[in-house]
């Protein structure tokens, strides 16, 4: 079993800052990805950013230049600092991750999500 724990959600103005983080734990030999997805209300899931084990990160349109994805591997966490945001940013994040079991069994888990509102 694996679990995400998301923090760093939260109220801001237009143009501000947040850094959300997610942290993984359980029976995790490898992580293999880790990211960030957002869902606006009454619309679907969408990819925020990622990046995989060799630290190969893919990002959204609408968030390059503004949002960069970090990982430390040590800690099993990802971090997501948002920068310049803007009201259409406002959504419920999830962090994502994929990765396997000391067996060698594949696992891939959602977080519980975490609300960014902003609005001034």
């Known amino acids: 079993q694996v679990q995400l724990v998301e923090s760093g959600g939260g109220l801001v103005q237009p143009g501000g800052s947040l850094r959300l983080s997610c942290a993984a734990s359980?029976?995790?030999?490898?992580?293999?990805?880790m990211g960030w997805y957002r869902q606006a209300p009454g619309k679907q899931r969408e990819l925020v950013a990622t990046?995989?084990?060799?630290?190969?990160?893919n990002y959204a349109e609408t968030v390059k230049g503004r949002f960069t994805l970090s990982r430390d591997n040590a800690k099993k966490t990802a971090y997501l600092q948002m920068n310049s945001l803007e009201p259409e940013d406002t959504a419920v994040y999830y962090c994502?991750?994929?990765?396997?079991?000391?067996?060698?069994?594949?696992?891939?888990?959602w977080g519980q999500g975490t609300q960014v509102t902003v609005s001034s």
């Open positions: 359980g029976s995790i030999f490898r992580i293999y990805a």
């Open positions: 994502n991750a994929e990765g396997s079991y000391f067996n060698g069994k594949v696992w891939a888990y």
């Open positions: 990046v995989d084990s060799g630290g190969n990160q």
